[in-house]
């Protein structure tokens, strides 16, 4: 029999969890010993006996044979809460394609000194409040919380999506569920995208579960996270909420995970491994024997498709729960007939009617312009170039009118005096952002008081909240804004959403493009009407005619999921297939060239008949920091061949020297 080798980690809260050390797995111990097995190991010259847990099992020796020590036993208590992280983290190696290195360093958090005044950090944001009692359930949630209940009680792991539109009481029904939880002594893990996690939502649980809940956010330090981990794992802490990375949490009896706002695409990670919060949470769901409950008032096509399939248990909330609250009406206005009837203005005549109206009437509006397409840039009267970053690819945008930025990295100028192009001094800003819309709204009414929320006015510390705690105490009649105004706040004054530009996020060049437009309107129509009063939501556009439009006119979730489901089918698109997009990038613009080709050309080769290949592509932004992108796209529907073939390419990879000047990445969806 061939001899097994253990790769193990002798200290896991190290921030150099890649120091890992071979062991000789003895006969007797094959049957006990997997990934995540806690065993005892000599250590160091001296030989004393060390913890250490097990990361990668296989043949091949790294070393001399010779010089490779035995592992000494299994410890005792081995399945720990780091069992379940290190086997989470081999989990998304295999699925995401990443190193072991890589996965580890997402799912155990790292240990840093904390300085002592951090511990106070959730307090200070909590303050002083009293415990409230929960709200009574209305039958929509009843059902739902007494399903749950069911399911809990017959063990009955199937995810459950709630697709419940907005306000229409998700928040009280996981607070039901969760007090289900703990009542069984066991822990919570609730995600709620980054932007959502305002003062306004965590006070809800803390009103509900006081000290019991502690909240992981970006603002937080390396230690004050490693600090907030560590109290969960010794049960300190009974709920954790945050954002992607509180997943992470390794409670030592997790019994729920909760997801809010399923659809969000912050749930997706950026760096590698490319995770889907979604899918991880259901693994980890899986292996701790939890319950995995996931709500959206738009579900994304994949929860949905598989709620459909059964492989996720549906409910549904039809109404909303607000005393005399209900849907705001929608209504539409075609840009392109104002233009036609002589309004030039960014406001429709429907539009400043109803602005006119709230001012008279003392209710407050809210105006959502998006902000990716208008971002204002600089452009040069004589020959038309928009002033570009040197290092990027893309237009830098003005800000406060005194300075050009990079959003991509960074890079900043102030506005020059003379084009770089062609030394014309007629250089122009363009475009119309948040702070012209001010200037303007400013303008058409001048009784307003109005508030702006964006970039610019939220970077400073708590510039966020005291916006939003300004415009919900009345301070202002209307409030203009990106996307950050649309998240999961409930002002009851609002009575009016005007959507500026619907169809400016329809162009982005993403197969997502009309389920994120989709998305975002419903959401942004969901901010009226949330008081007693009838809301309106109105939607300026270019193309009122197009579904995504429609359909979030009408709040009619089935009838886009439907067109955009069709849309997929056809161009085998997520989630009717799947695809692993290989980025390949580096500073040599002629060798990302050659060997995006080659490894287009081998995966042809060894695959072609069984994938559609597009590209080689250069990214959407090609060139970043000075770093240029390349992009294949790999459709199939069977998940596994696409594991198989990002395995063949690393593998090819790994062998090839000239690679090592280049990165390469991989995203499966
Ligand atoms: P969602 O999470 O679906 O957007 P929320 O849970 O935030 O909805 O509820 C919307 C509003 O309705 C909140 O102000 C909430 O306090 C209120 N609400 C929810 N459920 C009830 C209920 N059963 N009775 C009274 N008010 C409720
Ligand atoms: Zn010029
Ligand atoms: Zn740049």
């Given at each position: 029999?061939?001899?097994?080798?253990?790769?193990?980690?002798?200290?896991?809260?190290?921030?150099?969890?890649?120091?890992?050390?071979?062991?000789?797995?003895?006969?007797?111990?094959?049957?006990?010993?997997?990934?995540?097995?806690?065993?005892?190991?000599?250590?160091?010259?001296?030989?004393?006996?060390?913890?250490?847990?097990?990361?990668?099992?296989?043949?091949?020796?790294?070393?001399?044979?010779?010089?490779?020590?035995?592992?000494?036993?299994?410890?005792?208590?081995?399945?720990?809460?780091?069992?379940?992280?290190?086997?989470?983290?081999?989990?998304?190696?295999?699925?995401?394609?990443?190193?072991?290195?890589?996965?580890?360093?997402?799912?155990?958090?790292?240990?840093?000194?904390?300085?002592?005044?951090?511990?106070?950090?959730?307090?200070?944001?909590?303050?002083?409040?009293?415990?409230?009692?929960?709200?009574?359930?209305?039958?929509?949630?009843?059902?739902?919380?007494?399903?749950?209940?069911?399911?809990?009680?017959?063990?009955?792991?199937?995810?459950?999506?709630?697709?419940?539109?907005?306000?229409?009481?998700?928040?009280?029904?996981?607070?039901?569920?969760?007090?289900?939880?703990?009542?069984?002594?066991?822990?919570?893990?609730?995600?709620?995208?980054?932007?959502?996690?305002?003062?306004?939502?965590?006070?809800?649980?803390?009103?509900?579960?006081?000290?019991?809940?502690?909240?992981?956010?970006?603002?937080?330090?390396?230690?004050?996270?490693?600090?907030?981990?560590?109290?969960?794992?010794?049960?300190?802490?009974?709920?954790?909420?945050?954002?992607?990375?509180?997943?992470?949490?390794?409670?030592?009896?997790?019994?729920?995970?909760?997801?809010?706002?399923?659809?969000?695409?912050?749930?997706?990670?950026?760096?590698?491994?490319?995770?889907?919060?979604?899918?991880?949470?259901?693994?980890?769901?899986?292996?701790?024997?939890?319950?995995?409950?996931?709500?959206?008032?738009?579900?994304?096509?994949?929860?949905?498709?598989?709620?459909?399939?059964?492989?996720?248990?549906?409910?549904?909330?039809?109404?909303?729960?607000?005393?005399?609250?209900?849907?705001?009406?929608?209504?539409?206005?075609?840009?392109?007939?104002?233009?036609?009837?002589?309004?030039?203005?960014?406001?429709?005549?429907?539009?400043?009617?109803?602005?006119?109206?709230?001012?008279?009437?003392?209710?407050?509006?809210?105006?959502?312009?998006?902000?990716?397409?208008?971002?204002?840039?600089?452009?040069?009267?004589?020959?038309?170039?928009?002033?570009?970053?040197?290092?990027?690819?893309?237009?830098?945008?003005?800000?406060?009118?005194?300075?050009?930025?990079?959003?991509?990295?960074?890079?900043?100028?102030?506005?020059?005096?003379?084009?770089?192009?062609?030394?014309?001094?007629?250089?122009?800003?363009?475009?119309?952002?948040?702070?012209?819309?001010?200037?303007?709204?400013?303008?058409?009414?001048?009784?307003?008081?109005?508030?702006?929320?964006?970039?610019?006015?939220?970077?400073?510390?708590?510039?966020?909240?005291?916006?939003?705690?300004?415009?919900?105490?009345?301070?202002?009649?209307?409030?203009?804004?990106?996307?950050?105004?649309?998240?999961?706040?409930?002002?009851?004054?609002?009575?009016?959403?005007?959507?500026?530009?619907?169809?400016?996020?329809?162009?982005?060049?993403?197969?997502?493009?009309?389920?994120?437009?989709?998305?975002?309107?419903?959401?942004?129509?969901?901010?009226?009407?949330?008081?007693?009063?009838?809301?309106?939501?109105?939607?300026?556009?270019?193309?009122?005619?197009?579904?995504?439009?429609?359909?979030?006119?009408?709040?009619?979730?089935?009838?886009?999921?439907?067109?955009?489901?069709?849309?997929?089918?056809?161009?085998?698109?997520?989630?009717?297939?799947?695809?692993?997009?290989?980025?390949?990038?580096?500073?040599?613009?002629?060798?990302?060239?050659?060997?995006?080709?080659?490894?287009?050309?081998?995966?042809?080769?060894?695959?072609?008949?069984?994938?559609?290949?597009?590209?080689?592509?250069?990214?959407?932004?090609?060139?970043?920091?000075?770093?240029y992108r390349k992009i294949l796209y790999m459709k199939q529907e069977n998940y596994d061949i696409l594991i198989k073939i990002q395995k063949y390419v690393q593998t090819r990879w790994d062998g090839t020297d000239s690679c090592k000047k280049l990165t390469i990445q991989y995203d499966f969806s």
């Amino acid at each position: 029999m061939a001899e097994m080798y253990a790769s193990i980690i002798i200290d896991i809260s190290h921030e150099n969890v890649d120091r890992v050390f071979q062991y000789r797995i003895p006969e007797k111990l094959r049957e006990e010993i997997c990934i995540g097995t806690l065993v005892c190991v000599p250590f160091g010259s001296g030989n004393r006996t060390r913890k250490g847990y097990v990361v990668d099992i296989g043949e091949k020796a790294d070393y001399d044979r010779e010089k490779i020590k035995d592992i000494g036993s299994v410890a005792p208590g081995s399945l720990t809460a780091d069992t379940r992280a290190i086997q989470l983290a081999w989990w998304m190696k295999e699925r995401y394609g990443s190193t072991m290195n890589q996965a580890l360093k997402t799912v155990l958090p790292v240990k840093r000194k904390v300085k002592a005044r951090n511990r106070q950090v959730v307090q200070s944001l909590l303050g002083e409040t009293r415990p409230a009692g929960p709200v009574s359930l209305n039958e929509e949630q009843r059902v739902i919380a007494d399903q749950f209940a069911d399911a809990w009680k017959r063990r009955d792991l199937t995810p459950m999506l709630i697709h419940g539109i907005t306000g229409s009481g998700k928040t009280e029904v996981y607070m039901e569920m969760i007090q289900h939880v703990l009542d069984q002594g066991r822990q919570v893990i609730v995600l709620i995208p980054e932007i959502s996690l305002t003062y306004q939502t965590v006070m809800r649980f803390y009103r509900r579960f006081g000290d019991q809940i502690s909240v992981m956010h970006s603002r937080l330090s390396a230690g004050e996270r490693f600090d907030q981990y560590e109290r969960a794992r010794r049960g300190e802490t009974k709920v954790m909420i945050g954002a992607r990375s509180a997943l992470f949490t390794m409670f030592p009896d997790l019994g729920l995970i909760v997801m809010d706002e399923e659809h969000e695409s912050a749930y997706k990670s950026e760096t590698t491994p490319r995770y889907h919060a979604r899918e991880v949470a259901e693994q980890l769901a899986r292996m701790s024997g939890a319950m995995f409950v996931m709500g959206s008032a738009t579900p994304s096509l994949e929860a949905y498709t598989k709620a459909r399939a059964g492989i996720y248990r549906l409910a549904v909330l039809k109404h909303r729960a607000g005393a005399g609250a209900s849907l705001a009406t929608a209504e539409v206005v075609d840009l392109r007939r104002e233009l036609a009837e002589g309004n030039k203005s960014i406001f429709s005549r429907r539009l400043s009617e109803l602005i006119r109206d709230r001012l008279d009437k003392g209710e407050q509006t809210m105006l959502f312009m998006n902000r990716r397409g208008y971002a204002s840039f600089v452009s040069c009267r004589s020959c038309g170039e928009a002033v570009k970053c040197p290092h990027c690819d893309v237009s830098l945008t003005l800000h406060n009118r005194s300075r050009l930025v990079c959003h991509y990295c960074g890079y900043t100028v102030p506005v020059p005096a003379k084009c770089p192009s062609c030394g014309s001094p007629y250089l122009a800003g363009f475009g119309t952002g948040t702070q012209k819309l001010e200037a303007l709204a400013g303008a058409m009414f001048p009784d307003a008081r109005i508030l702006r929320m964006d970039l610019d006015t939220t970077s400073k510390k708590g510039g966020h909240e005291e916006i939003l705690s300004s415009f919900a105490k009345g301070e202002a009649d209307i409030l203009i804004g990106t996307q950050m105004i649309v998240k999961g706040h409930d002002f009851p004054g609002v009575t009016l959403v005007g959507i500026l530009a619907a169809d400016l996020s329809l162009y982005a060049p993403d197969y997502r493009s009309a389920e994120r437009t989709f998305q975002l309107l419903v959401q942004a129509a969901g901010r009226a009407g949330r008081g007693k009063r009838q809301g309106i939501a109105l939607i300026q556009t270019y193309v009122p005619e197009h579904y995504s439009i429609q359909a979030a006119a009408a709040q009619d979730y089935e009838t886009f999921y439907r067109q955009e489901m069709a849309y997929r089918r056809l161009l085998s698109y997520p989630p009717a297939s799947h695809m692993l997009s290989i980025q390949i990038a580096g500073k040599d613009e002629a060798l990302v060239s050659h060997m995006t080709d080659q490894v287009a050309a081998a995966a042809g080769r060894s695959f072609g008949r069984e994938i559609q290949l597009i590209g080689p592509v250069p990214a959407p932004v090609y060139k970043v920091n000075d770093i240029y992108r390349k992009i294949l796209y790999m459709k199939q529907e069977n998940y596994d061949i696409l594991i198989k073939i990002q395995k063949y390419v690393q593998t090819r990879w790994d062998g090839t020297d000239s690679c090592k000047k280049l990165t390469i990445q991989y995203d499966f969806s």
